[in-house]
């Protein structure tokens, strides 16, 4: 069984830094291409950032692009959001996901940013 974990969410003010993780459990992360996805209130599940399954690519939505990194720790099973320069508009809850023959997504883990 594939089990996806997220941590490090929190509240922090505009300006501010967080640093989500996602530890895979199950199945090497080797295995996975992997992303974040976030859903704010009252809205759709919105796909934020990817990272290639070899850790040779990455991807933004534009919105984050410049302020987020992805980056992953196959020896760790981990895979990291690092979010810089936090907005109130990125509050939402964030989920890990693992893409491959079949995806897989975490729990969530909220992150509030406040104005």
């Known amino acids: 069984q594939v089990l996806l974990v997220e941590s490090g969410g929190g509240l922090v003010e505009a300006g501010g830094s967080l640093n989500l993780s996602c530890t895979v459990s199950?199945?090497?992360?080797?295995?996975?291409?992997m992303g974040w996805y976030r859903q704010a209130p009252e809205q759709g599940r919105d796909w934020v950032a990817g990272?290639?399954?070899?850790?040779?690519?990455?991807y933004y939505t534009d919105s984050v692009q410049g302020r987020f990194t992805i980056s992953r720790d196959d020896a760790k099973n981990r895979v990291d959001l690092r979010m810089n320069n936090l907005r109130p508009e990125d509050t939402a809850i964030y989920y890990c996901?693992?893409?491959?023959?079949?995806?897989?997504w975490g729990q969530g883990t909220q992150v509030t940013v406040s104005s």
């Open positions: 990272i290639s399954q070899d850790g040779s690519s990455t």
């Open positions: 996901t693992a893409g491959g023959v079949r995806d897989y």
């Open positions: 199950g199945r090497s992360l080797s295995d996975f291409r």
